[in-house]
């Protein structure tokens, strides 16, 4: 089984900038972040897959980065230029297999504990 293990949420204000790392224990296929707002459904953030080909979703493009070191099994996020929209907790998400479905609305099989950020 793998497991994922996140680091690196905060707080900043507007315009600041965050870096999460989430260290997998084993390979992944596919990587991602996810995010959920008070009061909102989780979405799809950014994702990678085994060959690094990246996935955003509109909000972040140009503002958020996401790689993955498949060396050490790590996946990355830097965030740059934060907005207070970008508040939420942010989940690491991987599966071991490819998907017919786009890379943000498909299934994961392993979640993350989670991580807050905060934006003011």
């Known amino acids: 089984h793998v497991q994922l293990v996140e680091s690196g949420g905060g707080s900043v204000q507007t315009g600041g900038s965050l870096r999460l790392s989430c260290k997998a224990s084993?390979?992944?296929?596919?990587m991602g972040w996810f995010r959920q707002a008070p009061g909102k459904a989780r979405e799809g953030v950014a994702t990678i897959d085994s060959e690094n080909s990246p996935t955003y979703t509109g909000s972040v493009k140009g503002r958020f980065t996401i790689s993955r070191d498949n060396n050490t099994n790590t996946l990355y996020l830097q965030m740059d230029r934060l907005i207070p929209g970008d508040t939420g907790v942010y989940y690491c998400?991987?599966?071991?297999?490819?998907?017919?479905?786009?890379?943000?609305?498909?299934?994961?099989?392993?979640w993350g504990q989670g991580t807050q950020v905060t934006v003011s």
């Open positions: 998400a991987a599966d071991m297999r490819p998907s017919m479905l786009p890379p943000l609305v498909r299934a994961y099989s392993v």
């Open positions: 084993g390979f992944t296929y596919c």
